[in-house]
């Protein structure tokens, strides 16, 4: 069962189009990935799933229905976990999801009964009594969750759920992603952390100036630069090298500088590493350490949208 179709979607403010005739599905019980970086179109288009923009065109299927014609219905069983925290600062961890709770229809026996289900899912329980604005950012964030599954949604979506906190609340809400999903409820992910994506998400959809330019697994995207193979070199003096020269050299496709690593993906039937070695003691830059790595997700993603995810 497709929980969500997306078919030639579009969208303008006025002669900028932030999303360019996208289409992509999401299948029952998947993980799926939406990634892209800054500006791509990703915001807007989970905007607009969920009803806050309206599309220039193309259609959305939710629950195999017309957004356009059942929405209201269609909203009871989406759960919304934005990036911008929705929790009131005044209230308490259990007043926040207590209103969000009763804004689903939720009363009486039931409601008592679903604040205790999402505080005790997100561990804070013991918190429960506490404001929210004395929290930690990565307390905020569990809240922010805990008020968009209190309606024990089937589809739930995510946007930059783990920005800006601390490793320990990170993990607490990645175990949280596995949890909904094993519990039967679909999750539409995004994020600027690769690894998460990785580590989360069965199918993914690469997003770049409002276009999908890839989508797939991990696996099928990783094919589409298997003609390629990365070199990872560790250098000393990294003020020295010059970038643009690096991916002039003959066959290389792209490169990440991480601190004093080079990351450079280049086409398999080129035999360059010659010409890259020559290069860095031209510029008396130091090698500790070179060889071949795997092809990860990051790599298919620089090469192609031609920057890094957090760029």
Same mark, same amino acid.
């Given at each position: 069962?497709?929980?969500?179709?997306?078919?030639?979607?579009?969208?303008?403010?006025?002669?900028?189009?932030?999303?360019?005739?996208?289409?992509?599905?999401?299948?029952?019980?998947?993980?799926?990935?939406?990634?892209?970086?800054?500006?791509?179109? +990703?915001?807007?288009? $989970?905007?607009? %799933? #969920?009803?806050?923009?309206?599309?220039?065109?193309?259609?959305?299927? %939710?629950?195999? +229905?017309?957004?356009?014609?059942?929405?209201?219905?269609?909203?009871?069983?989406?759960? #919304?976990?934005?990036?911008?925290?929705?929790?009131? @600062?005044?209230?308490?961890?259990?007043e926040n999801i207590k209103f969000f709770g009763s804004i689903y229809g939720i009363k009486g026996k039931a409601l008592k009964e679903a604040v205790e289900y999402a505080l005790e899912?997100?561990?804070?329980?013991?918190? =429960?009594?506490?404001?929210? +604005?004395?929290?930690?950012?990565?307390?905020? @964030? =569990?809240?922010?969750?805990?008020?968009?599954?209190?309606?024990?949604?089937?589809?739930?979506?995510?946007?930059?759920?783990?920005?800006?906190?601390?490793?320990?609340?990170?993990?607490?809400?990645? *175990?949280?992603?596995?949890?909904?999903?094993?519990?039967?409820?679909?999750? #539409?992910?995004?994020?600027?952390?690769?690894?998460?994506?990785?580590?989360?998400?069965? =199918? $993914?959809?690469?997003?770049? +100036?409002?276009?999908?330019?890839? *989508?797939?697994?991990?696996?099928?995207?990783?094919?589409?630069?298997?003609?390629?193979?990365?070199?990872?070199?560790?250098?000393?003096? $990294?003020?020295? $090298?010059?970038?643009?020269? %690096?991916?002039? %050299?003959k066959g290389v496709k792209s490169l990440i500088i991480k601190d004093e690593v080079l990351n450079i993906n280049s086409l398999r039937e080129v035999s360059n590493l010659n010409l890259?070695?020559?290069?860095?003691?031209?510029? &008396?830059?130091?090698?500790?350490?070179?060889?071949?790595?795997?092809?990860?997700? &990051?790599?298919?993603?620089?090469?192609?949208?031609? =920057?890094?995810?957090?760029?």
């Amino acid at each position: 069962m497709k929980i969500l179709n997306i078919n030639n979607l579009e969208k303008r403010y006025g002669n900028f189009l932030a999303v360019d005739n996208i289409s992509l599905s999401v299948e029952k019980g998947e993980v799926f990935g939406l990634l892209g970086p800054n500006g791509a179109g +990703k915001s807007t288009t $989970i905007n607009i %799933i #969920i009803g806050l923009l309206k599309s220039n065109g193309g259609e959305i299927q %939710i629950f195999e +229905k017309e957004q356009k014609e059942y929405g209201k219905e269609i909203k009871k069983k989406i759960g #919304i976990v934005p990036q911008n925290l929705a929790i009131y @600062r005044e209230l308490s961890a259990e007043e926040n999801i207590k209103f969000f709770g009763s804004i689903y229809g939720i009363k009486g026996k039931a409601l008592k009964e679903a604040v205790e289900y999402a505080l005790e899912f997100t561990g804070l329980l013991e918190h =429960r009594k506490n404001k929210a +604005k004395n929290f930690s950012g990565g307390m905020m @964030r =569990r809240l922010n969750i805990a008020c968009g599954i209190v309606h024990k949604p089937e589809l739930v979506i995510m946007d930059e759920p783990t920005v800006g906190i601390d490793p320990q609340s990170r993990n607490h809400i990645l *175990e949280s992603v596995k949890k909904l999903n094993q519990d039967g409820c679909t999750v #539409i992910y995004t994020s600027h952390y690769m690894e998460e994506v990785e580590n989360l998400c069965n =199918r $993914i959809a690469i997003m770049d +100036k409002g276009k999908i330019i890839a *989508e797939g697994t991990q696996e099928e995207l990783i094919t589409m630069v298997s003609d390629t193979q990365n070199l990872e070199v560790e250098i000393s003096d $990294i003020k020295n $090298i010059d970038k643009e020269e %690096i991916l002039n %050299i003959k066959g290389v496709k792209s490169l990440i500088i991480k601190d004093e690593v080079l990351n450079i993906n280049s086409l398999r039937e080129v035999s360059n590493l010659n010409l890259i070695i020559d290069y860095l003691t031209s510029k &008396e830059v130091k090698i500790r350490n070179i060889g071949y790595t795997d092809i990860n997700l &990051e790599t298919v993603f620089l090469n192609l949208t031609g =920057r890094n995810l957090r760029d």
